[in-house]
C-alpha cells in the first residue's frame, strides 16, 4: 500500500503516506515539528481531520494522544468524536492500514468516562506497533513496541539568539496544568526570603490556574510571570535567561519541556522516575537533578547550588536524538508495520 512517485531521474521510489494525529506545525515548536521535519523525503505527512480519517487515503495512521480525538465539552460533539473514531478503526482494518501509536504517557494526565476508555482500549488493539520515546516505558507483554528517542531541539534553536544566564534565576516554563505542579513551585520559592534567586513562571494556564497563579504572586515582586503561550524566539530568551528549569509535575514519563531545556543547555529539576532516571545517566552529571516526593525547599536550594558548579562552556550529552535520525526510525517502523498488516497494494496518486 505504498506510492509509486517519480524521482528526477525518471525512476520511481515508495513514498509511505503518513496521517498524525496532530495538527500542522504553527510556527511555534510542538513535538509535530520533529514528525514533519525529520521526515525523510519518501514519508509524505499530512495532518489530521475527521474528513481524512475517514476517507483512508494514506498508509499508515499514527496516533499520539488519541485521547485528545475523542473530547469535547458537549455531549453530542463527544458522541459524534467516538462514532467517527469506530468508523475510522473500520476503515483501516477493511483496507488493511496499519495504525502506529506513540506512547507519550504511560496513561491519559485527565482520566477520562468509561466509554472513552473502552474506546482507548479498542484502539489499542488495533494498534500494530507501539513507539515508546525512552527504554523504560512499560508496555502491555502483547503489544509490539519500539523504542525511538524523543528529538533534541539544539538545531532547531541554533538561529535564535541566546540571553546571558543569571544567577539564581529559576524558571518554569511550559503548558500550565494542575498536575504540572506550578502552584507548589511558587508555595515552595515564596516559603522564605531567598536573597539574590527568582522564580519565573512562563507558559498558558487555563483561566481558574491564571487567576490563581496571579493571586499566589501579587505581593511577590521576586515571582515574575508571562501566563502566555511564546514563541520560540521569547521561549530562548527566557530559557537561556535561567540558571535552572524546573519541572515539578505530579507525575512524570517523556517530556518535550525537559529536552528543550537540556537543548539549551540548561540544567532540570525534576520529579524521580524510571524516565528521568535514564535520561540522568544518558545527559551526564548535573544536567538532570531529581527529587523524591514532593517538591521541597531542599531540593530546590541543592539544584540551585549544583546549577551554579555547573561549567558554563559544557553541554549535556543528548547523541543519536538529532531530527534526521529520529525520521529515519520512524520509517523503519511504517514499512514493518505495513507489512504485518498486510497491506501489499500499490496506489498511484
Known amino acids: 500500500m505504498t506510492t509509486e512517485t517519480a524521482t528526477t531521474s525518471g525512476t520511481t521510489r515508495d513514498t509511505v503516506r503518513v496521517l498524525h494525529s496532530l495538527a500542522p506545525p504553527d510556527g511555534t515548536t510542538k513535538y509535530v515539528d520533529q514528525m514533519t521535519e525529520g521526515a525523510p523525503d519518501d514519508v509524505e505527512v499530512s495532518y489530521f481531520s475527521w474528513k481524512r480519517a475517514l476517507a483512508g487515503d494514506y498508509d499508515v495512521l499514527h496516533l499520539h494522544w488519541p485521547e485528545f480525538l475523542l473530547r469535547a465539552k458537549s455531549g453530542r460533539t463527544r458522541f459524534g468524536k467516538r462514532q467517527a473514531m469506530r468508523a475510522t478503526l ?165 517530556s518535550g519541556a525537559a529536552l528543550v531545556a537540556l537543548s539549551l543547555d540548561r540544567p532540570i529539576l525534576v520529579p524521580r522516575s524510571a524516565s528521568n532516571s535514564a535520561l540522568s545517566a544518558e545527559a551526564g552529571p548535573g544536567w538532570v537533578i531529581e527529587y523524591d516526593g514532593e517538591l521541597t525547599d531542599a531540593a530546590l536550594s541543592a539544584a540551585l547550588e549544583s546549577a551554579r558548579t555547573i561549567d558554563p562552556s559544557s553541554r549535556p550529552r543528548l547523541d543519536g536524538r538529532d531530527w534526521d535520525e529520529v525520521g529515519r526510525r520512524h520509517r523503519a517502523v511504517y514499512r514493518d508495520a505495513m507489512i504485518a498488516a498486510g497491506s501489499g497494494r500499490m496506489r498511484a496518486r
Open 90 to 254: 473500520l476503515v483501516t482494518r477493511v483496507r488493511r492500514i496499519p495504525i502506529v501509536r506513540t506512547v507519550h504517557n504511560l496513561h491519559p494526565h485527565e482520566r477520562g468516562g468509561r466509554g472513552e476508555r473502552r474506546l482507548l482500549a479498542k484502539i489499542d488493539r488495533r494498534t500494530t506497533t507501539f513507539i515508546r520515546l525512552n527504554p523504560t516505558t512499560e508496555v502491555e507483554p502483547w503489544m509490539d513496541a519500539v523504542t525511538i528517542l524523543h528529538g533534541h531541539y539544539r538545531d532547531r534553536f541554533a538561529e535564535h539568539p541566546r540571553e546571558a544566564r543569571e544567577a539564581g534565576l529559576v524558571l518554569y516554563f511550559g503548558i500550565i496544568r494542575p498536575y504540572k505542579g506550578v502552584e507548589k513551585l511558587i508555595d515552595v520559592f515564596t516559603s522564605r526570603d531567598r536573597p539574590g534567586q527568582r522564580l519565573r513562571i512562563v507558559g498558558s494556564p487555563t483561566p481558574e490556574l491564571s487567576e490563581r497563579i496571579a493571586s499566589l504572586t501579587a505581593d511577590t515582586p521576586d515571582v515574575t510571570t508571562r501566563l502566555a503561550f511564546v514563541d520560540d524566539d521569547e521561549l530562548v530568551r527566557e530559557i537561556s535567561r535561567a540558571s535552572l528549569v524546573v519541572l515539578p509535575y505530579a507525575e512524570m514519563h517523556n
